[in-house]
């Protein structure tokens, strides 16, 4: 079993930026690839980010991209999403996941992760 517990979310003005954060337990965090979702109220949830065991792959959703970076301290057995040029159609709860499947490259279906978070939500203000 695998926890995972977001942080960060809050309320931020169109053009701002916020860090969320995901601590991770029961499982060695370096043999998970990890990444982060959303869903927007009335919307399935989408693919954001992920990032590989050791940190050296990362992919992105075209919408993110150049705005939103992941990265993770497996020391700390946390995966960050610094979120800037936050846009008003980037709220949504953001959800953490894991991946304890082999391979080396993350994934972005959700249906390849096998644990998830609670989410944490972002609002962006216009």
């Known amino acids: 079993q695998v926890q995972l517990v977001e942080s960060g979310g809050g309320l931020v003005q169109a053009g701002g930026s916020l860090r969320l954060s995901c601590a991770a337990s029961?499982?060695?965090?370096?043999?998970?690839?990890m990444g982060w979702f959303r869903q927007a109220p009335g919307k399935e949830r989408e693919f954001v980010t992920a990032?590989?065991?050791?940190?050296?792959?990362?992919s992105y959703a075209d919408s993110v991209k150049g705005r939103f970076a992941i990265s993770r301290d497996n020391a700390k057995s946390t995966v960050y999403l610094q979120m800037n040029s936050l846009k008003p159609e980037d709220t949504a709860v953001y959800y953490c996941?894991?991946?304890?499947?082999?391979?080396?490259?993350?994934?972005?279906?959700?249906?390849?992760?096998?644990?998830w978070g609670q989410g944490t939500q972002v609002t962006v203000s216009s």
């Open positions: 996941a894991a991946d304890t499947s082999g391979g080396y490259e993350p994934k972005s279906r959700r249906d390849e992760y096998d644990y």
């Open positions: 029961g499982r060695t965090f370096s043999s998970l690839k």
């Open positions: 990032i590989s065991r050791r940190g050296l792959t990362t």
